[in-house]
């Protein structure tokens, strides 16, 4: 069975903190991808990155970086000096087997 | 480049009612796929088209339906609305069929069923 869990439910910080988004997925596929979306009071999500599963590079974008370690089958996502902004909800996501399952969220607010 | 429209953005329906909601996707984007979230589900996979036909579908009742145009655009129709059908329904497009690609996501139709 495909699975994304996102133990962390609500998570609050100090602007300028570091904070790190929790993900871990299982699944039986050798291929597969795996996402992070951001999701702001307006409801859309947006994206911010798509990895797959033969490449474990850590990725670094700005404030935002990734950390995909296939050995805890984990995609953890840290934001660097946070601020107000980014406030959200943060997805996980992994596609495998013809879909897309969506981790249950974590809520990121981040106060002045 | 204009990303996924997502009519209406607002709506209220009474319980028993039906409703449609529609999707244009990014332009040049072929695949279409429905999202319904709840507070207590989540996001949940209702569906996916590609070039006019349901490639996929989730565990939804047979009163969750969709389709697709040539042109791409899409919609979902709910019958008999029930009022835990109340939610959040998002659409994505991606350029190719489901196989990994990134999808993208319009700001969703809020439903009220009352």
């Known amino acids: 069975a495909q699975k994304v869990t996102q133990a962390q439910t609500e998570i609050s910080v100090v602007e300028k903190e570091d904070v790190t988004l929790d993900c871990v997925y299982e699944?039986?596929?050798?291929?597969?991808?795996l996402f992070w979306y951001k999701q702001p009071p307006s409801g859309e999500l947006v994206f911010l990155i798509r990895r797959n599963s033969f490449d474990e590079q850590n990725e670094i974008s700005g404030r935002y970086s990734w950390n995909f370690q296939k050995s805890t089958s984990s995609f953890n996502f840290t934001i660097t000096a946070s601020q107000v902004v980014d406030s959200a909800v943060y997805f996980c996501?992994?596609?495998?087997?013809?879909?897309?399952?969506f981790g249950t969220g974590t809520r990121l607010k981040v106060l002045a | 480049k204009a990303g996924v429209t997502q009519t209406p953005r607002y709506l209220i329906k009474t319980r028993g009612q039906q409703v449609t909601l529609s999707c244009s996707p990014i332009?040049?984007?072929?695949?279409v796929s429905w999202y319904q979230q709840t507070p207590g589900q989540g996001l949940q996979f209702l569906f996916e088209y590609f070039s006019e036909t349901q490639r996929n579908k989730g565990n939804f009742p047979g009163r969750f339906s969709g389709r697709q145009f040539s042109n791409s655009r899409s919609e979902m129709n709910v019958s008999t609305l029930e009022l835990g059908d109340s939610a959040l329904y998002l659409c994505a497009s991606s350029a190719g069929q489901s196989s990994g690609n990134t999808i993208y996501f319009g700001e969703g139709s809020w439903l009220t069923v009352v």
């Open positions: 996501a992994l596609w495998g087997t013809y879909k897309y399952i």
């Open positions: 699944t039986r596929d050798t291929t597969y991808y």
């Open positions: 332009s040049g984007h072929r695949s």
